[in-house]
């Protein structure tokens, strides 16, 4: 299984909000030159987690993106359901038994992986960017 990139880009800005906004926004050019993306294609990303009420963007002057939940409460399927939606990753080809084994247990795969990654906070790891 494979995530696109936009969702590493989209973890590790909102990995490095977490760890240093301090409620005061962060330009999208310092976002995009820490992680050796261009600008333009970082605010797609950006406005994808404000559309799914992760972050908040600030206009004018001093002004950029900042979290708009608590960082502890942040986990990495908000992220990742953020940029990829909210699909299933496997497609059955069996369009005619609805009762699939085998969708039945990537389903239920799929299932397991969203509990785990839905209880791992970003917050986390947030002390590992604070020291890098």
Request: proline content about 2%.
């Amino acid at each position: 299984m494979k995530y696109s990139k936009a969702t590493s880009y989209a973890l590790h800005t909102m990995m490095y909000l977490i760890a240093y906004t301090e409620d005061k926004p962060i330009g999208v050019q310092l976002l995009a030159e820490k992680q050796g993306v261009s600008p333009t294609y970082l605010s797609k990303i950006l406005t994808k987690l404000v559309k799914a009420g992760l972050i908040e963007s600030a206009t004018g002057a001093g002004g950029g993106y900042r979290l708009k939940r608590q960082a502890d409460e942040i986990s990495f399927l908000d992220v990742i359901h953020a940029i990829e939606g909210l699909t299933s990753l496997f497609e059955c080809v069996d369009h005619v038994d609805s009762q699939c084994q085998i969708h039945q247990v990537m389903l239920a795969a799929e299932k397991d992986m969203e509990r785990y990654l839905q209880n791992k906070k970003l917050i986390e790891l947030a002390s590992h960017v604070r020291e890098a």
